[in-house]
C-alpha cells in the first residue's frame, strides 16, 4: 500500500482501476498463462498487434501466439536466439553473453511447432536489442507487448521502442522489477517511470509490473 502511493507521488502515475489479476501459484521469473489470458483480456478492445521482447524457449510466447490467434491479431517474437548479449554496464555481468542460448531462430520455430503453435499466427525478429527492432514495419503497433530481457541497456532500449508503439489502452507487461534494487532491469524500469507520462500502473506482483497507456 505504502509502496503504491510512494510510486503515485514519485512517479506521478496512478493504478487504473481494472479488474484484478487472476488468483494462481505463480513461479517467479516466469509469465503465469492465466496471467496472459487476463491481459489479452484488458485490451481485447485495443487495436494493434502481440508482442513478446525477450522470449527465451517461449513457454510464454506459445500462449502470446495463442491468445493473439483468438483475436485475430499477429503475436511478435523479438529475442536474438543466441542467448544474452553481452553485459554493458555494472550489475549485467549477472547474466553472461550467451546465458539462455537455445540455438537460434529455427531452434525457436522447432520449439513452437513441437508446442502446435502455427506458423502463421507469428513473426520473428531476431537479433539483439535494438538490432531486432531495425526490420519491423514502422507501422506496427501493439496492443499487449512483454518485455523480459534482464540486463539494464536492452530494458532501457526496448522501452524506448515500445512505448510509442503502444497503442493507447494498451499494455506493457515488465518481469524483473523489484523495487528494492537498483541494477539490471528494474534501474532501467525506474528510469522509465521517472520521466514517462503516458503510462499508469496497472497492477504489480510477483517481480512484474503492468503498465497501461492512457
Not at 522470449?55 to 517474437?77: C, E, I, P, T, Y
Not at 503497433?141 to 503502444?166: E, S
Request: glycine share 8%; proline share 6%; net charge neutral.
Amino acid at each position: 500500500m505504502l509502496g503504491n502511493l510512494f510510486k503515485q507521488i514519485v512517479y506521478g502515475l496512478k493504478p487504473r482501476s481494472a479488474a484484478a489479476p487472476p488468483a494462481v501459484e505463480r513461479r517467479t521469473g516466469s509469465w503465469h498463462h492465466a496471467d496472459l489470458t487476463w491481459l489479452s483480456g484488458l485490451v481485447s478492445a485495443v487495436p494493434g498487434d502481440f508482442a513478446e521482447v525477450g522470449v527465451f524457449r517461449g513457454a510464454a510466447f506459445r500462449k502470446v501466439a495463442a491468445l493473439a490467434f483468438s483475436q485475430d491479431r499477429m503475436a511478435h517474437a523479438f529475442d536474438s536466439f543466441r542467448g544474452m548479449a553481452s553485459p554493458r554496464v555494472a550489475g549485467d555481468e549477472h547474466y553472461a553473453a550467451g546465458k539462455f542460448d537455445i540455438g537460434g531462430p529455427n531452434a525457436f520455430v522447432k520449439l513452437m511447432d513441437e508446442a502446435g503453435v502455427r506458423r502463421d499466427a507469428y513473426c520473428l525478429w531476431a537479433g539483439f536489442i535494438p538490432e531486432c527492432f531495425a526490420n519491423a514495419p514502422e507501422s506496427l503497433r501493439f496492443a499487449l507487448a512483454i518485455l523480459d530481457v534482464d540486463h539494464y541497456q536492452p530494458t532501457v532500449d526496448g522501452l524506448k521502442w515500445l512505448a510509442p508503439r503502444i497503442s493507447p489502452g494498451g499494455i506493457i507487461a515488465l518481469d524483473d522489477y523489484i523495487p528494492a534494487y537498483d541494477l539490471l532491469a528494474t534501474k532501467a524500469i525506474k528510469e522509465f517511470l521517472g520521466s514517462e507520462s503516458r503510462f499508469d500502473v496497472v497492477a504489480e506482483f510477483n517481480q512484474q509490473l503492468i503498465l497501461r497507456r492512457k
